[in-house]
């Protein structure tokens, strides 16, 4: 039985702004306060999508959260019509306001942790929905994520809700786990990154902490000796690394990475990892470590090169490794030569570079719009077909993004109802689209 990585994608939404909001995140901050572009925003993520479906992947596709979150701003004490409470919002505390409109469930990454079925005593694959609690306008994430999530797999999959416990269990999702596996899926081996612990960094509160991942590969029923833990590097956290896919990339049997990556006391969990992979898998783990002198830390993560999405594509009868980099790795000599050196390594065997300049503007490349599920054939048959990506789908996407979608946004908008009730009602039109079963490819 071969396993096939699917992918989930969630649709941008229509009040996709640069709040600033990002814990540690250096994009995200430097664009904050800056006009957006939603329209763009939303097409550039199904120009992905479309590119990735192309390459014979399963492509899953989930509506925008809805945004402005009224309850949020009720709950923090702003009352009256929704009109009185987003000006009182964006004249007390525009950050509240920016939290309640935030389309940062756009980065699936953060989704969730997933589990195939190969790998755990459950029989079925599992999913924890990520709580997000190292920042309020992520917090807000988890529980529509449990509820698209769960409609996706209607039988056969277990979805959990988010961990509890607030800081001490802070949870970032599959942006912070790592699968290796052999070429048909099985018998993986799972790394869970954190960024808690001595040393601290210095600038940067860590987003990912080693008890949620203690915690999830319990709850997941993992065997204990197929489970790593490494720490992150706190250089990294703090030259804006705040996920680990900032800084090391993995597909089946390769895992790259920053040599600053990971804290110097993962060298013997790494070591543990090779040992552990060849013993399973009966083959090497394939480990590059890429060093600050070919790569400096920072361009690396101007770049977001390890943030480039890895899928295998099939081609002619052959499955292939296919690489996405952010155009920002063209763009940067250093990262163009460092993916074509691996395309000529035949690392990959063919590279796409992909205009994600909205999601890369807030903090997010490639893989950090996608959710990877690796599924059995028998599993991807069970999948919702509402939620697959279709061209019919696509094209009526598309019709909805270019009719209703903004092509400018301040913040200051976010405070006027007009704009708002109509990105609530925009959101709702997608979900509606979503719903509707296509047969069209």
């Given at each position: 039985m071969t396993f096939v990585d699917a992918q989930i994608d969630r649709i941008v939404g229509p009040t996709h702004h640069f709040g600033g909001l990002g814990v540690g995140n250096v994009a995200s901050q430097n664009h904050a306060g800056q006009i957006s572009n939603p329209r763009a925003a939303a097409l550039q993520g199904l120009d992905k999508m479309r590119l990735v479906a192309g390459l014979g992947v399963p492509q899953l596709i989930l509506p925008p959260q809805p945004r402005p979150d009224f309850t949020l701003l009720k709950a923090l004490g702003f009352s009256g019509t929704p009109a009185e409470m987003l000006k009182s919002a964006l004249s007390e505390d525009p950050v509240i306001l920016s939290a309640a409109a935030s389309c940062s469930a756009m980065w699936t990454a953060n989704a969730a942790t997933v589990t195939p079925s190969c790998d755990t005593n459950a029989g079925c694959p599992v999913m924890t929905v990520a709580n997000l609690s190292a920042s309020l306008h992520r917090s807000l994430e988890s529980t529509h994520t449990l509820k698209d999530i769960a409609s996706l797999f209607p039988n056969g999959f277990d979805v959990r809700p988010a961990l509890p416990g607030g800081a001490p269990m802070r949870d970032e999702g599959a942006a912070n786990h790592m699968r290796l596996s052999g070429s048909d899926g099985k018998s993986g081996l799972n790394v869970f990154v954190y960024g808690d612990g001595p040393p601290e960094p210095q600038c940067h509160w860590p987003r990912q902490t080693k008890a949620a991942g203690q915690a999830i590969a319990r709850s997941h029923g993992l065997q204990e000796s197929d489970v790593f833990h490494f720490k992150?590097?706190?250089?990294?956290?703090?030259a804006?690394?705040?996920h680990n896919d900032v800084v090391a990339m993995s597909h089946q049997d390769l895992l790259i990475h920053h040599e600053l990556a990971f804290a110097p006391d993962s060298c013997q969990e790494i070591e543990r990892l090779k040992r552990r992979f060849e013993n399973v898998i009966q083959k090497p783990l394939r480990i590059l470590s890429i060093s600050s002198n070919e790569l400096k830390l920072d361009d690396a993560i101007k770049t977001y090169f390890f943030n480039s999405q890895i899928v295998t594509a099939s081609q002619s009868g052959k499955m292939k490794w296919t690489i996405l980099c952010p155009v920002q790795v063209q763009q940067n000599r250093v990262t163009h030569e460092l993916v074509n050196r691996l395309c000529a390594e035949q690392v990959f065997h063919a590279v796409h570079f992909v205009d994600l300049g909205q999601s890369m503007d807030g903090g997010g490349g490639p893989a950090c719009l996608r959710l990877r599920l690796p599924l059995s054939e028998q599993e991807i048959?069970?999948?919702?077909?509402?939620?697959?990506?279709?061209?019919?789908?696509?094209?009526?996407?598309?019709?909805?993004?270019?009719d209703r979608?903004?092509?400018?946004?301040?913040?200051?908008?976010?405070?006027?109802?007009?704009?708002?009730?109509?990105?609530?009602e925009t959101q709702e039109v997608i979900a509606r689209c979503l719903r509707q079963d296509s047969g069209s490819t």
């Amino acid at each position: 039985m071969t396993f096939v990585d699917a992918q989930i994608d969630r649709i941008v939404g229509p009040t996709h702004h640069f709040g600033g909001l990002g814990v540690g995140n250096v994009a995200s901050q430097n664009h904050a306060g800056q006009i957006s572009n939603p329209r763009a925003a939303a097409l550039q993520g199904l120009d992905k999508m479309r590119l990735v479906a192309g390459l014979g992947v399963p492509q899953l596709i989930l509506p925008p959260q809805p945004r402005p979150d009224f309850t949020l701003l009720k709950a923090l004490g702003f009352s009256g019509t929704p009109a009185e409470m987003l000006k009182s919002a964006l004249s007390e505390d525009p950050v509240i306001l920016s939290a309640a409109a935030s389309c940062s469930a756009m980065w699936t990454a953060n989704a969730a942790t997933v589990t195939p079925s190969c790998d755990t005593n459950a029989g079925c694959p599992v999913m924890t929905v990520a709580n997000l609690s190292a920042s309020l306008h992520r917090s807000l994430e988890s529980t529509h994520t449990l509820k698209d999530i769960a409609s996706l797999f209607p039988n056969g999959f277990d979805v959990r809700p988010a961990l509890p416990g607030g800081a001490p269990m802070r949870d970032e999702g599959a942006a912070n786990h790592m699968r290796l596996s052999g070429s048909d899926g099985k018998s993986g081996l799972n790394v869970f990154v954190y960024g808690d612990g001595p040393p601290e960094p210095q600038c940067h509160w860590p987003r990912q902490t080693k008890a949620a991942g203690q915690a999830i590969a319990r709850s997941h029923g993992l065997q204990e000796s197929d489970v790593f833990h490494f720490k992150q590097h706190p250089k990294a956290i703090d030259a804006g690394a705040f996920h680990n896919d900032v800084v090391a990339m993995s597909h089946q049997d390769l895992l790259i990475h920053h040599e600053l990556a990971f804290a110097p006391d993962s060298c013997q969990e790494i070591e543990r990892l090779k040992r552990r992979f060849e013993n399973v898998i009966q083959k090497p783990l394939r480990i590059l470590s890429i060093s600050s002198n070919e790569l400096k830390l920072d361009d690396a993560i101007k770049t977001y090169f390890f943030n480039s999405q890895i899928v295998t594509a099939s081609q002619s009868g052959k499955m292939k490794w296919t690489i996405l980099c952010p155009v920002q790795v063209q763009q940067n000599r250093v990262t163009h030569e460092l993916v074509n050196r691996l395309c000529a390594e035949q690392v990959f065997h063919a590279v796409h570079f992909v205009d994600l300049g909205q999601s890369m503007d807030g903090g997010g490349g490639p893989a950090c719009l996608r959710l990877r599920l690796p599924l059995s054939e028998q599993e991807i048959g069970h999948l919702d077909t509402s939620a697959l990506w279709t061209e019919s789908r696509d094209s009526d996407l598309r019709a909805i993004i270019n009719d209703r979608y903004p092509i400018e946004l301040k913040i200051t908008d976010l405070a006027d109802i007009e704009i708002c009730q109509r990105a609530l009602e925009t959101q709702e039109v997608i979900a509606r689209c979503l719903r509707q079963d296509s047969g069209s490819t």
